[in-house]
């Protein structure tokens, strides 16, 4: 597979999980696209730039939520998104009332992240993803 199908893969997975989320707002019916988009990333670490920047792309242009970024950010702890959501809300006029999708999104990076109570992965405690 080439990195622009490997990308594509990626999208399609988070539009499909954001549909699930809009249209049955369900985090475990989600679940299964998370996975598979570890799988996509776990599978092509190389890429892990063109990942990120897709993860950001796809967030500012409001067509993932703050909670499949979250979800893999949990996994992932990506220093390059938590920065990038870190500098966002430092350059916000107002970020009490227009930074709280970010703040999840950082929220997302602490074990202790309060949405992971409803997803499978998490309840098993053996996460291992290099």
């Keep these: 597979m080439d990195k622009t199908m490997i990308i594509d893969a990626l999208k399609s997975e988070l539009l499909a999980a954001e549909n699930i989320l809009n249209t049955e707002f369900s985090f475990e019916k989600a679940e299964p696209n998370y996975l598979r ?20 792309a796809l967030f500012e242009n409001n067509k993932v939520s703050d909670e499949p970024i979250s979800f893999l950010m949990h996994v992932l702890r990506w220093p390059e998104v938590r920065e990038w959501a870190e500098r966002k809300i430092r350059k916000m006029s107002n970020p009490i009332a227009t930074g709280r999708t970010l703040e999840k999104i950082i929220e997302a990076f602490s074990d202790d992240w309060e949405n992971k109570e409803f997803y499978e992965i998490f309840s098993k405690k053996i996460i291992c993803f290099v």
């Design 37 to 56: 988009c570890l799988d996509i990333i776990k599978n092509s670490p190389e890429m892990r730039n063109q990942f990120s920047d897709l993860l950001i």
